[in-house]
């Protein structure tokens, strides 16, 4: 079983920079892709970023990609999500997951089995 609690959202002005972290307890979390989604108001759960379990492969929504860096830490259960060049269409509630998703897999929310609460970010224009 793993329990993740994000933090680092808040609200910034278009252009500007914030890094998400997600702490992860559970002795699974080593062996875990982890995963970043988004939720804005009146739209559904879309894929952000995705990270493997090693790290040594990232994959991104095309919406993020050059702006958008995931990371992990294993020896700290932590997860991350460097945001730059933020946009107001980058405003939603962003979700940390983690899970085993089958390869070409790792952009559907459904391949994932631990969620966090989630954080809002806001950009303003």
């Known amino acids: 079983q793993v329990q993740l609690v994000e933090s680092g959202g808040g609200l910034v002005q278009a252009g500007g920079s914030l890094r998400l972290s997600c702490a992860a307890s559970?002795?699974?979390?080593?062996?875990?892709?982890m995963g970043w989604f988004r939720q804005a108001p009146g739209k559904e759960r879309e894929f952000v970023a995705a990270i493997t379990w090693i790290g040594r492969s990232t994959y991104y929504a095309n919406s993020v990609k050059g702006r958008f860096t995931i990371s992990r830490d294993n020896t700290k259960n932590t997860v991350y999500l460097q945001m730059n060049s933020l946009k107001p269409e980058d405003t939603a509630v962003y979700y940390c997951?983690?899970?085993?998703?089958?390869?070409?897999?790792?952009?559907?929310?459904?391949?994932?089995?631990?969620w966090g609460q989630g954080t809002q970010v806001t950009v303003s224009s």
């Open positions: 997951t983690g899970g085993r998703p089958s390869p070409g897999r790792y952009d559907n929310p459904n391949e994932y089995g631990y």
């Open positions: 559970g002795r699974t979390f080593s062996s875990s892709a």
